[in-house]
């Protein structure tokens, strides 16, 4: 099932990702809430880890490389789909990257992240991540197991993330104590 419109939308939800995920972190740094910004950060940098790592482990070729002769031409859409489409087919590196899909791992946990650290944004990055959740399939850059599996590992990265965060920031806050002791001396 394709149509037109719905491809050029979802084109944008998948492509917005790049922006997407750093939404959360900029308004936080913004308003000065650098404890928040940081465990935010962590969470981000983390599940980008856990994504390549998942890419190392488990190579596998998204099933846009693979199924290209089959795609229907309803999901290159009126025009924003089909560049969108174009310069994702047309990248010349094409490593092993879809297990798991990073796109819907970002998906889910922005907008939990903002839900989390800052409310307002909740509602603005909901339906964007839901959008992008629902592209990775539908313009057949992911395969269902990949979607499944990101969902499946999106509280482990949030909990992985918060759990560096805290052990980065004590040991950031013992040196810092250990370079006062030295100058005093």
């Known amino acids: 099932v394709a149509s037109r419109p719905l491809s050029d939308v979802l084109s944008v939800c998948y492509f ?42 488990i190579p596998a ?7 290209d002769a089959t795609r229907p031409a309803a999901l290159d859409g009126y025009g924003i789909a089909r560049y969108g489409y174009a310069a994702m087919r ?30 307002p944004l909740f509602a603005w990055l909901l339906p964007m991540g839901v959008g992008i959740v629902l592209a990775t399939f539908y313009l057949r850059f992911h395969y269902l197991v990949d979607i499944i599996a990101a969902i499946a590992l999106a509280p482990l990265t949030w909990k992985l993330g918060l759990w560096v965060e805290r052990r980065v920031s ?16």
């Open 90 to 119: 047309d990248v010349t590196y094409e490593p092993p990257d879809v297990f798991p899909s990073g796109h819907t791992l970002f998906g889910v946990l922005v907008p939990a992240l903002a839900w989390r650290f800052y409310r």
């Open 170 to 185: 004590a040991w950031s806050s013992v040196e810092d104590l250990e370079f006062a002791d030295a100058r005093s001396d």
């Open 16 to 57: 917005a990702y790049y922006p997407f995920v750093i939404v959360v972190p900029l308004f936080l740094y913004a308003r000065g809430q650098y404890v928040q910004y940081q465990r935010v950060t962590a969470v981000i940098l983390v599940t980008f880890l856990l994504s390549f790592v998942g890419y190392v482990l």
């Open 61 to 67: 070729i998204g099933p846009h490389k693979l199924f």
